[in-house]
């Protein structure tokens, strides 16, 4: 029903369900379990073995957890994936699975925030060292690496400032030097970029924001290549971090929608991003899949689809006109999440945080998520947003 040769919105559809296991119900229910009875002692010494077919016990191998981790693998063409709590679980955890002390990290200095603060506050803690490197390096990121050099994590496009990485050429470099590399896929989704096909070893998701798409849920993927998995399915297992069938219910609901809300958020994002272009408050739209925009030509070499989140650069004003714009929004929301129906815009400031690289695009930023309203409400909305920036 799921093979290879349909399409992904059909795929989306069919992997990772089983009805004939429940009922016949369409949907692989919310599975709670935490004791598993065994039938015979003879069983119960199988599963101490580790060599028992069924559940063994319910922090490990419910069925909802399984269907989503499965459906979401297939997708993007992974080996296997791991459910975990929060995306940022799924940054972090392959991180202390892959390394130990002594070794190095490289990290794009476009990364998540909070995935910089774990490196920052908890690998040089214990003992890896920990560096930022410029997210355009491509192939010259050479020049960056240590004899001990491990990791290469990306994330494509980054965070606030949307930099599209070449990661063909940095996987290149960083396989000659014996590292495996990592990627922040959360943007583009298993279905906007087929990681695994461009050099990549483990991809994570926060599953919260696309995955999920209603902004109910906290969830993190993390999907490796053979090579990788056992060392993260050992980590997974022995901290006993795996995620809650509730969460991995909705999760795999939202999944099943994703094509159809990823074409909606792309091409009302698109729709928008031109006409925030033409505006002549607006200095310059960052979003890789506007033709013009920067990272454009790497995205359409490389991705596959887009979502609906993207940068504004404003021409200089006073930053009290910027919030009277943002106070005054009325669809637009304010909130530090994106990937659900509604539509979210915050003001932010990459140069605070970026430590390897110069961010200075010639004006205050705002990043918009943008939901899946009708496009023309959300442009009045933005043009009224207009008038109060101008005073
Ligand atoms: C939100 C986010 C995360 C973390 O996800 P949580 O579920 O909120 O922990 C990781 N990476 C990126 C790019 C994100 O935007």
């Not at 909802?64 to 992974?78: P, W």
């Not at 106070?327 to 994106?338: A, I, R, T």
Request: hydrophobic letters at 40%.
């Amino acid at each position: 029903m799921s093979r290879d040769k349909h399409k992904p919105s059909t795929r989306a559809g069919h992997l990772g369900r089983a009805p004939e296991k429940f009922l016949g119900a369409v949907n692989t229910p919310v599975f709670r379990a935490s004791t598993m009875l065994f039938p015979s002692v003879e069983k119960l010494e199988q599963a101490a073995r580790g060599e028992y077919e069924g559940i063994g016990y319910g922090l490990h191998g419910l069925p909802t957890v399984t269907d989503l981790q499965d459906a979401v693998a297939a997708i993007e063409g992974a080996h296997a994936a791991l459910a975990v709590p929060s995306g940022l679980t799924a940054t972090t955890l392959p991180l202390l699975a892959l390394m130990k002390a002594g070794d190095h990290i490289l990290v794009t200095d476009a990364v998540y925030g909070p995935t910089r603060r774990f490196c920052n506050n908890h690998l040089t803690r214990l003992g890896i060292e920990v560096s930022y490197y410029d997210p355009l390096a491509g192939a010259s990121i050479e020049r960056d690496f240590r004899p001990n050099t491990r990791i290469v994590f990306t994330e494509s496009p980054g965070s606030l400032t949307f930099c599209v990485q070449d990661i063909r050429a940095i996987a290149e470099v960083a396989h000659g030097r014996g590292a495996v590399v990592v990627t922040d896929n959360s943007w583009a989704t298993p279905f906007g970029f087929r990681s695994f096909h461009h050099g990549v070893d483990v991809s994570v998701h926060a599953a919260t924001k696309y995955i999920g798409g209603h902004s109910d849920v906290l969830s993190g993927l993390i999907l490796a290549n053979e090579a990788t998995y056992p060392a993260l399915h050992r980590l997974w297992t022995d901290i006993g971090v795996t995620a809650s069938p509730d969460d991995c219910f909705l999760a795999l609901r939202g999944f099943r929608t994703l094509p159809l809300r990823l074409a909606r958020h792309t091409a009302s994002a698109l729709e928008i991003a031109q006409w925030l272009k033409a505006r002549p408050e607006v200095r310059e739209v960052i979003y890789p899949a506007l033709p013009g925009s920067r990272g454009h030509e790497l995205w359409k070499r490389d991705f596959i689809g887009a979502s609906g989140l993207f940068a504004v650069v404003l021409q200089p004003v006073a930053k009290a006109r910027i919030d009277a714009l943002l106070d005054g929004m009325q669809l637009f929301g304010m909130g530090w999440s994106w990937g659900g129906f509604e539509s979210l815009i915050i003001p932010i400031y990459p140069e605070r945080v970026q430590t390897a690289t110069k961010w200075n695009p010639g004006g205050p930023c705002l990043r918009l998520a943008v939901g899946l309203e009708d496009p023309d409400d959300l442009i009045a909305d933005l043009a009224q947003g207009f008038t109060k920036l101008a005073g």
